[in-house]
C-alpha cells in the first residue's frame, strides 16, 4: 500500500518514519527544497513533554489588554481582511475556559507521553547525532501572581502523572548556575528534571537520509496546488509539473493544510502564528561555554527560551497572529537578543546568527489534528495544526496516524 505524505517537516518525516517502519511505500512531497525548511528548522529546540498548556487559558482574558497594547507584550496582531483569522480568533476566545484547558492539557500530556517514547525508541534504534540532552527544564516567573498560576498548572498536572518542583529564586539558581546575576528578577521557578532538547533541522536531515536509504522517495521543491477526486477518494495530488498517485494521502503541511484541505470542501481550524528564533554561537572561549545554561530555560513573562545544542545556545519565542507574513521582523529579533543579554550577560560578545522566523499551525485549542474527518474524502487523513510543540508531539502524532492506515 502506497502512502503519500505531504509535508517535510518534523511532523510529516515522523510520519513517513513511521508508516516506513510498518511496511508501507512511502512518497513525501514538500514545496521546499530541503526537509526542515518550514516552522521545524531553527525552531526553540526544546523536547516540552511536561509543558503542554495550551494558550487558550482562562487567564487571557485577564491579560488581553496588556498582551494587545503593551510594547513589551510577546504577542502582535496584525488584523487581516481574512474571515479565517477572525473566525480562529474567536475560537480561540471561547476556548479559554478552565474546563477546555483542563481537557486540551490531558490530551496533550498523553500524547506527549507517547511521543517521548517513540522518538527515545528511534533514537535507540538509529544512533542518530542531532545534539540531544536530557538536562531538564526550568521555567522562570517574575510576578507572584504568574508563580502561584503556575504552582496550581503544575498541581494539575501531577494529577496526570507529571513529575515538577515549584523552587524558589535561591533553588533555581543552584538548578542553572548561569542565572546567578538575574536571581533579583526571579519569583519563582517551575522546574522538570525530565525534559529535553535536540536540533530538529538535524534531525529532519538524519530522518530524510534514513528514509532513503530504505527507498522512501523524496519530491522536494513541488508545491501540491490540489488534489483529484473520485467520488469519495483522493486519486492524485498534483503540482505545477507534476502528479503523486497514491492509496493514501497525509496531510502534514504545516500552515499550508488549511488551503490544501478547502481545495476538497474541507475546512480546518488552523492559523499560523509566527515565531522567531537565534542561535549563539558559544564555540569561541571556555567563559562564553560557561556563561550559557546547561538546563532548558523559559522566560515565562516574554514567551522567550533558551536551549543547549552542544556549543550553540538557541533563543526563540514571540507569537505574531499576522496572516502568512514568514518575513523577519527586526525588532522581534532585537528583542531576542536583548533577552539573552539580561539573562545571560556573559554572552555579549558572543556571535549571533541564523535570524529565523516560521509559521507554526496552531488549533483555537491547542489540540492537533490527527486522523480522518467525516467531512473529508476517506483515504485522506491529517496530522497537523501541533502549534508550538510540533517537536514535542511528532513521534506520538505518527503512531497514532499510522495506526488508521489499512
Known amino acids: 500500500m502506497h502512502v503519500c505524505v505531504l509535508g517535510a517537516g518534523i511532523v510529516g518525516l515522523s510520519t513517513a518514519y513511521e508508516l516506513n517502519q510498518r511496511g508501507f511505500k512511502v512518497t513525501v512531497v514538500d514545496s521546499a527544497e530541503q526537509v526542515g525548511s518550514g516552522a521545524s528548522g531553527n525552531n526553540g529546540a526544546q523536547l516540552s513533554y511536561s509543558y503542554v498548556q495550551p494558550l487558550a487559558d482562562p487567564s487571557i482574558w485577564a491579560q488581553l489588554p496588556e498582551l494587545l497594547f503593551s510594547a513589551q507584550s510577546p504577542l502582535k496582531w496584525r488584523p487581516q481582511w481574512d474571515s479565517q483569522q477572525w473566525l480562529w480568533l474567536f475560537s480561540f476566545l471561547a476556548a479559554c475556559n478552565r474546563s477546555q484547558s483542563a481537557r486540551s492539557t490531558a490530551n496533550l500530556l498523553a500524547l506527549a507521553g507517547l511521543s517521548r517514547a517513540s522518538l527515545d525508541a528511534m533514537r535507540a534504534r538509529e544512533k542518530i547525532d542531532c545534539d540531544f540532552s536530557n538536562t531538564g527544564k526550568l521555567v522562570l516567573y517574575s510576578s507572584q501572581k504568574s508563580f502561584s498560576a503556575a504552582q496550581k498548572q503544575m498541581r494539575l498536572q501531577?494529577?496526570?502523572?507529571?513529575?515538577?518542583?515549584?523552587?524558589?529564586?535561591?533553588?533555581?539558581?543552584?538548578?542553572?548556575?548561569?542565572?546567578?546575576?538575574?536571581?533579583?528578577?526571579?519569583?519563582?521557578?517551575?522546574?522538570?528534571?525530565?525534559?529535553?532538547?535536540?536540533?530538529?533541522?538535524?534531525?529532519?536531515?538524519?530522518?530524510?537520509?534514513?528514509?532513503?536509504?530504505?527507498?522512501?522517495?523524496?519530491?522536494?521543491?513541488?508545491?501540491?496546488?490540489?488534489?483529484?477526486?473520485?467520488?469519495?477518494?483522493?486519486?492524485?495530488?498534483?503540482?505545477?509539473?507534476?502528479?503523486?498517485?497514491?492509496?493514501?494521502?497525509?496531510?502534514?503541511?504545516?500552515?499550508?493544510?488549511?488551503?490544501?484541505?478547502?481545495?476538497?470542501?474541507?475546512?480546518?481550524?488552523?492559523?499560523?502564528?509566527?515565531?522567531?528564533?537565534?542561535?549563539?554561537?558559544?564555540?569561541?572561549?571556555?567563559?562564553?561555554?560557561?556563561?550559557?545554561?546547561?538546563?532548558?530555560?523559559?522566560?515565562?513573562?516574554?514567551?522567550?527560551?533558551?536551549?543547549?545544542?552542544?556549543?550553540?545556545?538557541?533563543?526563540?519565542?514571540?507569537?505574531?497572529?499576522?496572516?502568512?507574513?514568514?518575513?523577519?521582523?527586526?525588532?522581534?529579533?532585537?528583542?531576542?537578543?536583548?533577552t539573552t543579554h539580561d539573562l545571560f550577560p556573559g554572552l555579549k560578545a558572543c556571535p549571533v546568527s541564523q535570524a529565523w522566523a516560521g509559521l507554526r499551525p496552531a488549533t483555537p485549542t491547542g489540540v492537533p489534528v490527527i486522523g480522518k474527518r467525516a467531512d473529508a474524502p476517506e483515504n485522506l487523513l491529517f496530522n497537523t495544526g501541533h502549534g508550538g510543540l510540533g517537536l514535542t508531539l511528532a513521534f506520538g502524532s505518527a503512531v497514532q496516524l499510522a495506526s488508521l492506515v489499512h
Open 158 to 338: 501531577a494529577s496526570m502523572g507529571c513529575e515538577q518542583q515549584a523552587l524558589e529564586s535561591f533553588n533555581c539558581i543552584q538548578i542553572e548556575p548561569a542565572l546567578a546575576q538575574y536571581e533579583r528578577q526571579i519569583v519563582g521557578g517551575i522546574y522538570t528534571a525530565s525534559e529535553c532538547a535536540i536540533d530538529t533541522l538535524k534531525l529532519c536531515t538524519s530522518l530524510e537520509n534514513i528514509l532513503r536509504a530504505r527507498g522512501v522517495q523524496f519530491v522536494l521543491g513541488h508545491d501540491v496546488l490540489r488534489f483529484t477526486l473520485s467520488g469519495t477518494r483522493v486519486t492524485e495530488a498534483l503540482t505545477k509539473s507534476d502528479s503523486i498517485e497514491a492509496d493514501f494521502f497525509v496531510l502534514a503541511c504545516g500552515s499550508s493544510s488549511a488551503r490544501l484541505a478547502r481545495s476538497v470542501n474541507v475546512s480546518l481550524p488552523i492559523y499560523p502564528i509566527k515565531g522567531y528564533s537565534v542561535t549563539v554561537d558559544l564555540s569561541q572561549s571556555d567563559f562564553a561555554q560557561n556563561s550559557a545554561p546547561q538546563v532548558n530555560i523559559t522566560d515565562a513573562s516574554r514567551k522567550i527560551v533558551f536551549a543547549r545544542l552542544g556549543p550553540r545556545l538557541r533563543v526563540a519565542g514571540m507569537a505574531e497572529i499576522v496572516g502568512y507574513d514568514a518575513s523577519i521582523d527586526r525588532h522581534a529579533v532585537a528583542k531576542l537578543i536583548a
